[in-house]
């Protein structure tokens, strides 16, 4: 006899505010009136461009395949456009889908939210390529003035 393993998909949540003085209420509320469990919030209180984020890791650690990760507005789980892409990137190969609650059309789970996040997917590529091109006008102007990068012999 074989054993199936039955796994019911769970809606697990992510809440960030920048400051210790500000409150994660209002993301708390919402996650909760979208149907996420209370023990399956997980939060934290430091900046999002801090790369040690105890309770995202921990959220991660949780996530499982089939479950949907929501957050309340895309800037709360991304430090910048290409950091939040590759994310949800990561997401997709864990068969994790990806709900952001203010941000309505963005629902990784169908279609349309697919297509939406395949366009911000494009810009965060552009902005990589503009980023590139100014390093390097900036670089070959500096040289075009006798200055060498690097470190010194």
């Known amino acids: 006899m074989v054993s199936h393993e039955f796994q019911q998909q769970r809606l697990i949540g992510y ?7 500000q409150e994660l209420s209002l993301q708390i509320d919402s996650l909760l009136q979208h149907g996420v469990k209370r023990e399956n919030i997980f939060c934290d209180k430091l900046s999002g461009a801090k790369a040690d984020r105890p309770g995202l890791w921990l959220c991660q650690e949780n996530l499982r ?3 949907t990760l929501l957050v309340w507005r895309l800037d709360r789980l991304g430090r910048s456009l290409r950091h939040l892409v590759t994310m949800i990137e990561d997401l997709k190969e864990r068969e994790i ?3 952001s609650i203010s941000d309505g059309i963005i629902d990784k789970t169908t279609p349309s939210g697919e ?3 395949h366009v911000f997917s494009a810009l965060a590529q552009f902005e990589r390529r503009l980023i590139q091109e100014r390093t390097k006008a900036g670089l070959a102007a500096a040289r075009a003035r006798g200055r060498k990068g ?4």
């Not at 809440?15 to 003085?21: E, K, L, N, P, Q």
């Not at 690097?150 to 012999?153: I, K, N, S, T």
Request: hydrophobic share 30%; charged share 30%; proline share 5%.
């Open 15 to 21: 809440a960030r505010v920048s400051t210790g003085d």
């Open 97 to 99: 889908g990806f709900r």
């Open 150 to 153: 690097g470190r010194p012999h």
């Open 65 to 67: 395949r089939g479950d």
């Open 115 to 117: 297509l939406i996040f």
